[in-house]
Every structure is written in C-alpha cells, then in structure tokens.
C-alpha cells in the first residue's frame, strides 16, 4: 500500500516568502497524490493533485506541486505567502479508493 | 448543495458513556470514511462503506461501530467511551469512480471524553 511522509511538522515562513512543503511516498506504480489545507476549525479542501497526466500540477490559492518519480517526491510550493495561507497542509497517497495522510505540516506566516 | 454536514459540532463524554455522530451528504456519493484526527498523527480511517448497507474496517475500528443504513449517511457510534477517543472526527465521501476522485470533507465533530 502507499504511504506518504511529510518532513517537517512545523515551517514558519515570512509574508512574500517562498513556501515549500515536502511530501515524499513510497514507491508503487502509479502513485496517486493529493494535497489538502485545513483551516483552524474547519473541515479539509482539496488544494491539488496528481493523476499522471502532467508532472508540475497547478491548485487552488496560487499553489503548485511537482511530481518527481527519481526522487519518489510530491513537494508543494507558492512563491509568495500570504497570512491567509496559515493553515495545516496534508500529503496524501490513494490506496484503491481510500486515503492514506500524512502527519501534517503547519505553516505560520509571520507579518 | 450543503456537501457534507456532521452532527453534533461539539460533545463531552464522561467514560462508559455511548453516543452517535452522524454524517450526511447530498452529492449521491457512493464511498463515505470516517477518520480520527490527533495531533502529529495526521489522519486515520476509522471505518469506511462501499455502498448503502456494506461498511468494513480502517486502520484504527476498534471502539467504534459504523452503519450505512442510508446512501446518504453514515453514522459512527461510540458503545463505551473511553478518554483515548477524545479525538476530532471528520466524515468525508466520494463519488465511486476512479482513484483519483477527490475525497471531500465535513466541517468535523470535536469530542471529549472525561
């Protein structure tokens, strides 16, 4: 089954900075991905995914993902944060028609 | 469309104390999961169904009854809490389809259990 580990726990990033997210997976063919947000309180939205049909995937709120199958990676970035985009971010891998998360990655955006 | 909602928001428990969260949807989804969201954890399926009237087992079932007696809801029950299920429940479904359909979330159900 595929699994999906997120490095870092924390990423605190400065408003109009770079955002990286790291998501890596564990190798099988083909590996399906997703990125989800979740805003304090709420439920999780869909940000992107991959389905194999292009490697560089665009989502939602400025925010992008390449795949890279050498180094079995799915990292998430967006060139300029915004404090909106403080929030718990998840990698996820599909496994049949169920989800497989990682432990999450939480953004803080300092003004 | 309302897209999935989840009744109660909030509850606390004492220990030994059942309860029933439910989870309605309104897009005509076939798939429909129950996750455990702890902190460090990310999270974890608890239970999921295929269909109206067919659940199976997660990754983490233990404690934890499912029905799917309705298409469009999914209940998760508690027989005797216990302080370890304090936890945040979300309820997501999808439509049945291919792997890459998008799994689609509840607003989630915050529980303590003394």
């Known amino acids: 089954a595929q699994s999906v580990t997120q490095l870092g726990s924390h990423v605190s990033v400065s408003e109009g900075a770079l955002v990286l997210l790291r998501c890596n997976y564990s190798s099988s063919v083909p590996p399906y991905l997703f990125w989800y947000v979740q805003y304090p309180n709420q439920g999780l939205q869909l940000l992107l995914k991959?389905?194999?049909?292009?490697?560089l995937v665009k989502g939602i709120n400025g925010f992008e993902a390449e795949f890279k199958k050498s180094e079995t990676s799915f990292h998430l970035t967006k060139p300029s944060a915004h404090m909106s985009d403080a929030a718990e971010y998840f990698c996820a891998a599909a496994n049949d028609y169920k989800l497989s998360f990682g432990a999450g990655t939480t953004v803080t955006v300092r003004a | 469309n309302a897209g999935v909602t989840q009744t109660p928001k909030f509850r606390v428990l004492k220990t030994g104390q059942s309860m029933t969260l439910l989870c309605a949807q309104d897009?005509?989804?076939?798939?429909m999961y129950w996750y455990r969201q702890d902190p460090g954890m990310g999270l974890r399926l608890i239970h999921y169904s295929v269909g109206e009237g067919t659940t199976a087992k997660g990754e983490v079932p233990d404690g934890y009854n499912v029905s799917r007696l309705k298409k469009q809801n999914f209940l998760l029950g508690l027989e005797s809490a216990a302080p370890s299920q304090t936890s945040v429940y979300f309820c997501?479904?999808?439509?049945?389809?291919?792997?890459?359909?998008?799994?689609?979330f509840g607003p989630g159900t915050r529980l303590t259990v003394l």
């Open positions: 897009m005509n989804h076939e798939y």
């Open positions: 991959y389905t194999s049909a292009a490697t």
């Open positions: 997501a479904s999808r439509a049945r389809g291919l792997r890459t359909d998008t799994q689609y």
